[in-house]
Structure formats: structure tokens, C-alpha cells
């Protein structure tokens, strides 16, 4: 296993966490650092030497934290416009190393880990392959496999975009707004809220539990072996869903009373009605709070942009969000 990244203090000290893992674990694992800038231009190095069998993206340029934070104009635009007001800065490294990999001829999975639920698409929307994510409906399908003791694979599956996940982070009482479809040998529950009221996440980011979901799906693709689970983007696909993988390619496991487009079109309202919609021209859209709030900070930005105009964007935004969180 090949870890790369920028900061060389911390990569040197992913290697050595790692091997140590893999010690108690006693799994039979090497470890190679090397020193990589995606934003400097140097995922294409990393993957021509390597060539890897499975490629997983987890860097961003904006930290997962804004989740929790609140000192800042900057995380309260986040906070009332929701987390697609980060998109720009969690697809800027996935779609370099996505561009990458199509100028390689690279053929291997790329798994998505920075926002895949609306990432995964606008990568789509470049024309570059990308496999799925990990965590966010895998986040939600594991604690409820728990709570409910519903642990074979395949009985218990999740329809979930990662804006259903907020409520889970408030005590039970105080829950509202949609929540994930969850079937359980095919049959709805009909009150999940009711159903998982033990079930209660951090108000940060659940790294412990996403993380972690990844782990069995990496191993079964580079394996070529088969897994069924959960994972947002598959395929570029909006919001999350029941997937299988076999033979290194992943498919959708739905239900079987939900059909395809039913399940695109459940996960997709949820941008459409407010957050990030990347149109099939590829064109993407701001839409309902998040727009409005943007127009009020920066009026050219709420209007969207094409995906081909990436980088530009980017740095637009970040001057934004550099102004705004300069401001208590």
C-alpha cells in the first residue's frame, strides 16, 4: 500500500501508524510513503510509478471540521447553505487525480473520499471515471446494522443522501426533516426516526465509523472479490446507495420494489431543493438557501459555472472564503 501526500512530517507519520496497525493486526501489509502535491500537478508522477490496483482520493483543501465550527461568517454560510458551499474546494484535488488517471490510461477504481455525494458527479461530468466513496449512507447503514443486529450482508439496506445524516447528531427529540429509506428484508420502515432513536452520531464528522467502512470494499476490489454494502457516488451517481462489487466493478443492490430511477431521482432532490446540481452539459447550478446565500457574498458565484472553469472557480471561491472567515 502506497500513502501519498504533501505535508511530509505527517505523511512519514501515516507510514509509521499504519505499519504499527498492521503489526497488532497482524495483517501481512507494506507500507511505502512518497511525497506527492496533487495541486502542484503531481498525481500523475504518483500513479505512472505505481500504477495501482485501487486508487482512493482523500485529501481536500477544506477541512471536514466547518461541520462543527461557528466562529466564522465563513462556516455560518456552510452552516445555513449547507455543505455544497464547500463542493468547489473538496473536488479541486479528486478531479486532478481523476484527470490523471483518464491520461494514464488508468483503468483502476478511484474511490472518492472528499464529499462524494456531489464530488462523484461533477468528476462524472468531466469525463473521467470514478468508482464511488466511503461513508455517509455507510455511516448511517452500519449503525443501524448495529442497533438492529441486522449483520449479514445483503438484509438490511440504505437509501441515504448525506444531508439525511444531520439529524442523527441531535438528540432523539429534537430530530426532523427527511429521513434515509431503510429496508430490512425488503420491507420499508415505516418510522426510522422511531425505529434507530438509540442511534446518536458526533456533532463532528464520523470519521471512526467512515473510515472504517471503506476498508472491507478497498480490499474486495483490489481482491477482485465480492462485497455487498453501502456507498455515496457509485458511479457518479448523487447521494448513497446498496451496492455490490464483483470482479472490481460496482453495481446497485436495491430493494427490490425501488427501481434505478427511483432511487437517482430520491437522492438527487436533495440538491435540487437545496445545494449543487451539476446538469448534464455539465454545467452546475447553485440552488435554494445556498444560493441566495451566496448571492448576498458574491453574486457572480451564485449564478454556478461550467465544470471546465474548475480552477478558475476555485480560486474565486477561496478568496471568498478567505474573506469570510476573517469576519467573527
Known amino acids: 500500500m502506497v500513502i501519498a501526500g504533501r505535508n511530509q512530517d505527517r505523511l512519514a507519520w501515516l507510514g509509521t501508524a499504519s505499519a504499527a496497525r498492521a503489526a497488532i493486526f497482524a495483517r501481512p501489509v507494506v507500507f511505502t510513503t512518497y ?81 462524494p455525494d456531489v464530488v462523484n458527479p461533477m468528476i462524472k461530468a468531466l469525463g473521467h471515471r470514478v468508482a464511488c466513496g466511503i461513508g455517509n449512507v455507510a455511516i448511517l447503514s452500519n449503525v443501524f446494522a448495529a442497533e438492529s443486529r441486522v449483520l449479514e450482508p445483503g438484509r438490511l439496506k440504505v437509501l441515504a443522501h448525506y444531508q439525511t445524516i444531520a439529524p442523527w447528531r441531535r438528540p432523539a427529540e429534537a430530530r426532523s426533516g427527511a429521513t434515509p429509506r431503510v429496508f ?45 454494502g453501502h456507498v455515496p457516488g457509485p458511479d457518479g451517481l448523487p447521494g448513497g446507495y446498496p451496492v455490490s462489487a464483483s470482479g472490481g466493478v460496482i453495481d446497485l443492490d436495491l430493494p427490490r420494489s425501488v ?26 447550478r447553485y440552488t435554494g438557501v445556498l444560493r441566495d446565500r451566496l448571492r448576498e457574498h458574491a453574486p457572480s458565484l451564485a449564478e454556478g459555472f461550467a465544470m471546465q ?20
Do not use: K, Y
Open 35 to 115: 511525497a506527492c502535491d496533487v495541486l502542484a500537478g503531481g498525481a500523475a508522477d504518483a500513479l505512472g510509478a505505481f500504477r495501482p490496483a485501487v486508487v482512493v482520493q482523500a485529501a481536500s483543501v477544506q477541512s471536514s471540521s466547518v461541520i462543527a465550527a461557528s466562529w466564522s461568517a465563513w462556516s455560518r454560510l456552510v452552516a445555513e447553505g449547507g455543505l455544497s458551499a464547500t463542493a468547489v474546494f473538496q473536488a479541486v484535488l479528486s478531479t486532478r487525480v481523476a484527470a490523471a488517471m483518464t491520461s494514464l490510461g488508468l483503468d483502476a477504481p478511484l474511490i472518492n473520499c472528499s464529499f
Open 184 to 228: 430490512i428484508d425488503g420491507v420499508e420502515v415505516a418510522d426510522v426516526f422511531g425505529a434507530f432513536r438509540a442511534v446518536r452520531l458526533t456533532p463532528e464528522p464520523a470519521i471512526e465509523i467512515s473510515g472504517a467502512s471503506g476498508v472491507p470494499l478497498i480490499l474486495a476490489l483490489a481482491a477482485g472479490e465480492t462485497w455487498r
Open 259 to 284: 427501481s434505478r430511477d427511483e432511487s437517482i431521482a430520491w437522492n438527487a432532490r436533495f440538491e435540487e431543493e437545496n445545494g449543487l446540481v451539476v446538469d448534464a452539459d455539465g454545467l452546475v
Open 309 to 328: 472553469d474548475l480552477d478558475d472557480v476555485h480560486a474565486t471561491m477561496d478568496a471568498l472564503r478567505a474573506r469570510l472567515q476573517s469576519r467573527a
